[in-house]
């Protein structure tokens, strides 16, 4: 059977695809706890480009906060499908007072906390689900939202519900960061039936920011591709509200 293409209205499903959501994260869920809570598990095999990435990371950061000149807060971040903190902790935890962290698995939430034990008050509340059923406050919290290889678990009509809900927690010149891995415009997506990820183009991003009311401030190629040439094209998208 052909893999098909998403529609920006309804959800084609590809192929292993469960349409069930439930269903879908009870096997992302076995892939995960299935392996070791490593870098290596995070990053798909490809431990190799951890320091690129969090070096490529606070470089984006460092031009966002520049660029906004005040207006970016560093008081509150929340961050979607934390894993085991490797981002919270290298990246996140240096430019954010306090961190609210999500993921599928508990023992992840957990691990995460652990990487903090000198520093209580840095994680804030952890949300134990997956991020399509996540329940936040509808007033504005978050300086920054960080999306990092976790958005592919959702399909998009449920993406565009999540980001709707998103919009609602975001200060007034708040940010959501987007660093995913991306086919080529124009190209079919990709699905691995392994831990039930779907690969978007990058105008498929676009069509779902604009839906769920986003402006698309920077969309920017990583450089890790140059780091390990097998890598997806990996792209980051900042989005700011309208
Ligand atoms: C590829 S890892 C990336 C982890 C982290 N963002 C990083 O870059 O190191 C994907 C993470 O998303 C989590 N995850 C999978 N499905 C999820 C869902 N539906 N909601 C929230 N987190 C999910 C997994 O448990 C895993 O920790």
Redesign the pocket.
Known sequence: MSKKKESSEMNERMEGEYEDAKER?RV?RNY?SSRPKTFDT???GYTQVHDADIQESNQLLQSLFKQYNGKLGSSHCLE????IG??TKNLLSNYFEHIDI????EE?CQQTRTLFENDENKIDQSFVC???DLELNKFPKYDLIWA???LG??DGDDLVSLLRKLKLTLKKNGLIVIKDNCVGNGQEPEFDPDDQYYVRSGEQFYDIAHRAGFILVKDQSSKLKKVVRELLPIRIFVLALK
């Not at 979607?80 to 894993?83: D, E, K, Q, S």
């Not at 999500?102 to 698995?105: A, G, K």
């Open positions: 994260q992302t995960y995070m990053l798909g979607l499908g934390c894993g490797r981002v999500n993921d599928l698995l992840y997956s991020i399509g990092q290889w976790v678990y959702l």
